[in-house]
């Protein structure tokens, strides 16, 4: 038999080598060679979005500029943060606000970048699309300190922000009207321009869904219960892994993550009883865990969430969660075992694991058939249960858990991984983050959230 000489063996290897480094680092690559192969321009459209709004309606004058023949950019805040803001003279800028004042996770590091460069922008000029909802004490807050952070850097607005509450057309339309008062686009037909849903809290695309099983999955738990909810869904009801389901009861909407997919033909849900000081039960989970009767129906309509949906060309997927938020990272098990996508890690955490082991045959099944190739369980009270018989229980909260598999954690970002994250937004949600920064640093995690591979559903 022969073999090949040492010097073949070693270019065979290193094109080997080559090849892999060149795959796990496909898409730093690819959004990299996309910059540089886009023409300059002296427009920038920058979007901060949680639910999609403020993106899909940055896209959409991306397109009336490009059919003027006004070459734009539009990108993430993020990614503008990273942009030479010296090479354009315009930046049109459509921003949500997510809970009390918060950025959304695509656009959270742009204030911060901005701030410590100092840079003199004198030569810019911009104007603000400010999304919000009035429901909330800091409306329109993250739009409204974007502004201000521009023009402490000298920008100059070209006109005050247009605050929105919940999508309002009339708002959309007058910034509309405000760009071509400016000459900075050219006027259309009004009824051309506005084309995003006008209001979250709209009744128009509800669904009367029947309620056939309700559940509690944590009995004896020193926490609150925890219910599964399981709704008869028509078949004209689409959704996908990550979406929103919204409950619409007494001229109020309340929002929980979806966690079945449409194949298994069921909306199913992981509710959590919430109780107000005085002991009453909060109007979703009321309704939904303990008022409504079997087969009476409910007023469902589903929301978008395209920043949680999934991410089919991620390899592996690192999967982080607590509490009800085991919902929305069940459903993207689930859409992965139908694409037959197996590596998959999953890191959840409860209190006991005597008594908070929600959908716990199901993972055992998952982990036995390696369709979760690594679990891990944090538990804040109790770690060791004789019904546990998959995976690793660790003494703590998820944070810790993660800090204690740090090593393989960074093999897999390495290796292509995303991350997604579901649950609580104080506590959970910041822990992790917080710990994510300090195993992998705080440049390759800005990478992560910058390359779509690092998403959350945190409430």
């Known amino acids: 038999m022969l073999l090949a000489s040492p010097a073949v063996q070693a270019s065979l290897i290193l094109a080997g080598y080559s090849a892999f480094t060149f795959w796990c680092y496909r898409k730093p690559l690819l959004t990299y060679w996309q910059k540089v192969k886009k023409p300059k321009a002296n427009t920038i459209i920058a979007y901060a979005s949680e639910s999609g709004s403020a993106a899909q309606l940055s896209y959409e004058l991306e397109a009336k500029f490009n059919a003027q023949s006004n070459h734009c950019i539009c990108l993430s805040l993020n ?16 921003v949500s606000t997510y809970g009390e004042g918060e950025a ?10 901005l701030t410590s460069q100092q840079p003199n922008l004198a030569h810019l000029k911009h104007a603000i699309l400010a999304l919000g909802d009035s429901d909330y004490k800091q409306f329109c807050q993250f739009g409204i300190d ?35 008062d400016k000459n900075i686009l050219k006027r259309n ?26 559940q509690q999955v944590n009995v004896g738990s020193p926490g609150a219960p925890l219910f599964e909810i399981n709704l008869k869904v028509p078949s004209e009801l689409k959704w996908q892994a990550g979406d929103i389901a919204q409950l619409h009861i007494d001229n109020k909407v309340r929002e929980y993550s979806i966690a079945s997919v449409p194949e298994e033909n069921q909306l199913t849900l992981l ?22 009767a079997i087969n009476s129906a409910n007023n469902i309509s589903v929301r ?66 390696e369709h979760l190739a690594q679990l891990d369980f944090a538990f804040s009270r109790q770690t060791l249960d004789s019904r546990i018989e998959v995976g690793q229980s660790h003494t703590g909260y998820v944070q810790d858990a993660l800090f204690a598999q740090s090593e393989q954690l960074k093999t897999w970002i390495t290796e292509g991984a995303a991350i997604l994250i579901c649950g609580s937004l104080q506590g959970m949600a910041k822990g992790v983050e917080d710990t994510l920064i300090q195993i992998l640093g705080s440049s390759a995690f800005e990478q992560l959230s910058e390359e779509g591979r690092y998403r959350r559903d945190v409430y």
């Open 189 to 214: 037909k009004l009824e051309d321009r506005v084309r995003v849903q006008p209001d979250l809290h709209s009744k128009k695309h509800t669904h009367a869904l029947t309620l056939t099983s309700r």
């Open 304 to 369: 978008s969430n395209p920043k949680f949906h999934p991410i089919d060309d991620a390899n592996k997927l690192i999967l982080i969660g607590n509490g009800s938020g085991l919902a929305g990272l069940r459903a993207h098990l689930k859409h992965r075992e139908i694409k037959q996508q197996k590596l998959n890690w999953l890191i959840y955490g409860e209190r006991c694991a005597s008594n908070d082991l929600p959908w716990h045959e199901q993972l055992t099944a998952w982990s036995k058939t």
């Open 104 to 113: 959304p996770d695509n656009g959270r590091y742009f204030i911060d970048h």
């Open 146 to 180: 974007v502004n201000d952070a521009l023009s402490h850097a000298n920008s100059q607005k070209i006109f005050e922000p247009v605050l929105v509450d919940k999508l309002a057309p009339e708002a959309i339309s007058s910034w509309y009207e405000k760009l071509s």
């Open 271 to 292: 509710v959590r009883e919430q109780k107000h000081p005085d002991g009453k039960l909060g109007l979703g989970s009321g309704h939904l865990c303990h008022h409504t």
């Open 79 to 94: 990614e503008l943060a990273r942009y030479p803001l010296t090479n354009i003279d315009t930046l049109l800028l459509v």
